[in-house]
């Protein structure tokens, strides 16, 4: 009975920290060369019928990285339907989203209307690399036309007061 209840109570205590243990890190920082590398995934879960970007929809998650550094954004694609991703100017979310609106050179994905789909059980997967030059509110989005409009975005900031980019 005592190795039974010794055996339950250490599942338990495994299984309370499970969801920390597994918990999805979106942002790795490398202060000392002022680059961030941001991980957006594409129907992380099923939040908005699987229309979010690390879970978040309508922009109600952000990234937030400090002026002047740069940015490597690994997007991954882990819904079913094609997903693309771009940065955009803030604002509300334009009706047909084109490589011409990227908020930064560098930060509109390739396949940006058509997406990428999983192909034969891969993991679709692009990188974008830009510099967040200018202090402001940005939206990341979806380009697959109707997908950002339907809540398929978060947000991102450009702060010169933070030392450290961050999720939150």
Known sequence: MQRFLFSSLSLLALAALAPAAFAQTYVTNQAAQKTTILTVVAGSDNANGGLNLNGGVRGDKTFVVPLGWKVELRFRNNGVAPHSVIVLGGGSVPASITPALAAFPGSAGKNLVQGFGKTGGSTPQD?????????????????????????QYISLEVSSSVKEASFK
Not at 139 to 151: I, K
Request: glycine share 16%.
């Open 127 to 151: 990188t974008l690399r830009f510099t967040a030059s200018k202090v402001g509110k940005y939206t990341v989005a979806c380009g697959v036309p109707g997908h950002a409009l339907s809540g």
